[in-house]
């Protein structure tokens, strides 16, 4: 059972006053040279805040939905996450959270039955979304699932970026692709991550990422630009700094976006 055929629609990602005086002081040499030594670590010190280099640490779980209908309005930009059942997905929030089980991982694969919404430090939401492809539930229910999974992937007008997860031994399924049909073409950025990284030689690992590339450029040539490719691992701790820095790097954007909508017009 693949995913309902539906016309994507389009998205995009919606994001000291002088002093002054007259008195001019005596002229001293050493005072000069020691001021001119404060002023430069004044000057220096005078940076801006820095966004915090784990960017889903501290995510909070706002809420849950099982159907469209129980989704939250669109309001702050989206991340998701999405991946095949057992592929690691919970483990990959988990690790980047700082938590042993923000992302709840079932016991039976596939039977995380609904879509999982956490609020970031940032202001942004992260989308946890169901496993798909495991054949241990009925078919009908294995349906409803993949068609509410669907439905969000390509109406959600605020979801702005997909981290899709999938096992770096086997490379992308068939419906990792066809999720990514439904994604890719609106040019809003993918990161996938290969985990179980662990689990190969060096030489696999490359492998690995050379062969998701290879799919990725013969599913998607006019997209494959947008969506990057790396090697991950909970347990080894592999490529997690590297993910960080691209979702680090997704909010940034999304901040910047969002101030240039709040800045007034300038008159002319």
Not at 7 to 27: Q, T, Y
Not at 120 to 136: M, Q, T, W
Not at 238 to 259: C, K, Q, V, Y
Request: proline content about 7%; charged content about 20%; hydrophobic content about 40%.
């Amino acid at each position: 059972m693949g995913f309902p055929s539906t016309e994507l629609p389009s998205a995009s990602l919606p994001a000291n006053p002088p002093r002054c005086g007259f008195h001019e002081p005596a002229v001293n040499k050493r005072t000069i040279v020691t001021d001119s030594k404060r002023a430069s670590k004044t000057t220096g010190s005078a940076k801006p805040a820095a966004r915090p280099p784990h960017p889903l640490v501290g995510a909070v779980f706002v809420t849950g939905a099982a159907a469209p209908a129980q989704l939250p309005d669109a309001g702050v930009a989206e991340i998701a996450f999405a991946g095949r059942s057992n592929a690691g997905k919970s483990t990959a929030i988990n690790v980047l959270a700082g938590r042993t089980r923000l992302a709840f991982a079932s016991r039976t694969p596939g039977r995380t039955q609904q879509i999982n919404l956490f609020s970031l430090r940032s202001g942004a939401l992260v989308a946890d979304l169901p496993g798909y492809g495991y054949a241990a539930v009925g078919k009908e229910l294995k349906r409803a699932w993949q068609e509410f999974l669907w439905h969000y992937i390509t109406t959600r007008p605020t979801l702005v970026a997909l981290v899709l997860i999938v096992d770096s031994r086997h490379g992308l399924k068939e419906l990792d692709i066809e999720l990514l049909e439904g994604f890719v073409p609106s040019g809003r950025p993918v990161l996938i991550l290969a985990t179980k990284a662990d689990k190969l030689n060096t030489t696999a690992q490359r492998a690995a990422v050379s062969g998701v590339r290879q799919q990725l450029q013969q599913q998607f040539p006019l997209g494959a630009n947008n969506v990057k490719v790396q090697l991950f691992s909970a347990t080894a701790r592999i490529g997690i700094e590297e993910a960080e820095a691209t979702i680090a790097g997704w909010l940034s954007t999304m901040d910047s976006a969002a101030e240039q909508e709040t800045r007034p017009a300038k008159l002319v």
